[in-house]
């Protein structure tokens, strides 16, 4: 990794060792731990684990706060949860951990960094504590150009030749095309966007957009350390992956995958995305909850559709026929989705001052939680919107009488008119 774009940021040298401590002491999305690290800070909620004492009645009651706004219920306290914690001190390194990642050529990406994604704020108290990134790139490309692919690891051939030639063609188009790094269709994506960007040697831009320096073909999310390379039957993918974009995770060095950390995972793929796209899942795939968590923020999401008599295309047409995603069959398709709000802008900007000008805050949050294609619930719009429910019923009845929401399928979208 270009050595300037992780760790090189002045004055947090002590806040970056902190978030790295954290990352091995807690799990993927505790919510509880996000609260210590909100209330207290990185380097006093370290301090406070490592610290002898119980619990601390301020401390839980400022974190009772916290949760409860993000929607958390009860929660069991700050007992609880340094129980949880402080088993693992005794194999607290985070120095050691940033070293390995250093030798690899790796390092650690925290919020307090300019290069960190903007678009991890949509997941609110379950983002990330920090992100261990091994590769070539200098940042993770803004959401807006990134794409991801994700289906069965037991693909078809079916889809493996639409996976990779759907990578291939959106890395021509100028995306980035993340994946999980997994068999099947994560590997098929991974390899048909290499396969392009050594095509148009290793230049990732569209000319209609302009080619910008520096943007990966392709992005891997891993659900365990990026020390390792595994499935172990991807390695050389992998390898050839870090040599051309990147492989990240939020699980320190020497971390082992476990299916909640793939669950977890999942979420993260989804929030770095304009598109989720599922290529191919059985009924039950993992590869719905990524497009579950896609629709939750608000994203888009495309599913490719297959024989009625392929058990791979089951969890496909179960998203279609739910209404959760829409049918794509190329990256024509992909592209149109992606490029559907930054369209709608640029037509603002260019002609006259458009009705959203005189929308207050509450109002333009509210419309920009709105989902264009699908539809989405009040309770949903809340959570990403960050508004009480109240608040979002008062919001959508002004959106819907300025013409900018419309009703649709029980549920609430923007109205593409608007």
């Known amino acids: 990794m270009n050595g300037t774009a992780v760790g090189s940021a002045i004055g947090t040298a002590g806040i970056r060792v902190a978030r790295a401590a954290l990352t091995r002491l807690m799990e993927p999305s505790d ?11 990185p380097e006093d909620a370290v301090a406070f684990i490592r610290s002898r004492a119980h619990s601390s009645a301020v401390l839980e009651q400022e974190m009772t706060a916290v949760l409860s706004v993000s929607g958390t219920g009860r929660w069991p306290g700050l007992a609880d949860a340094l129980s949880r914690w402080r088993p693992r001190l005794a194999d607290l390194a985070p120095e050691r951990d940033l070293y390995v990642l250093e030798r690899l050529g790796g390092g650690l990406l925290i919020p307090e960094d300019p290069q960190w994604p903007s678009a991890l704020a949509d997941l609110e108290l379950g983002a990330p504590i920090a992100l261990w990134v091994r590769g070539a790139v200098g ?36 995306f980035t095309v993340v994946s999980g790094g997994a068999y099947g269709i994560d590997a098929q994506a991974h390899r048909g966007a290499i396969s392009a960007a050594a095509q148009t040697g290793g230049q990732n831009g569209d000319p209609r957009r302009g080619t910008e320096e520096g943007v990966p073909p392709t992005l891997a999310v891993m659900a365990g350390g990026v020390d390792r390379f595994y499935p172990s039957g991807n390695e050389e993918l992998l390898r050839a992956i870090t040599e051309q974009g990147a492989i990240v995770a939020e699980v320190p060095p020497g971390t082992n995958p476990t299916r909640y950390r793939f669950l977890q995972r999942n979420r993260l793929i989804a929030a770095l995305c304009e598109v989720t796209v599922v290529v191919e899942a059985r009924w039950r795939s993992g590869a719905l909850n990524t497009a579950h968590h896609a629709d939750t923020l608000s994203r888009s999401v495309g599913a490719v559709p297959g024989s009625v008599y392929s058990a791979n295309s089951a969890g496909c047409h179960r998203l279609l026929r739910e209404g959760s995603a829409v049918c794509v069959t190329d990256a024509a398709d992909i592209a149109e989705l992606a490029d559907a709000v930054g369209t709608n802008l640029a037509v603002e900007q260019e002609g006259a001052p458009a009705l959203h000008d005189g929308l207050g805050v509450a109002d333009l949050l509210l419309l920009d939680a709105l989902p264009l294609r699908s539809t989405t619930t009040v309770d949903k719009l809340s959570v990403v919107a960050g508004l009480g429910t109240a608040a979002v019923l008062a919001g959508l009845g002004r959106l819907e009488l300025l013409g900018l929401a419309q009703r649709a399928n029980s549920g609430w979208k923007r109205n593409s008119n608007g």
């Open 31 to 41: 919510l509880a731990g996000m609260a210590l690290i909100a209330v207290a800070g």
């Open 139 to 174: 940042r993770i490309p803004e959401q807006k150009r990134c794409i991801a692919l994700v289906g069965s690891r037991d693909s078809t051939s079916y889809g493996a030749n639409v996976a990779a030639e759907m990578a291939s063609s959106l890395v021509q188009r100028g």
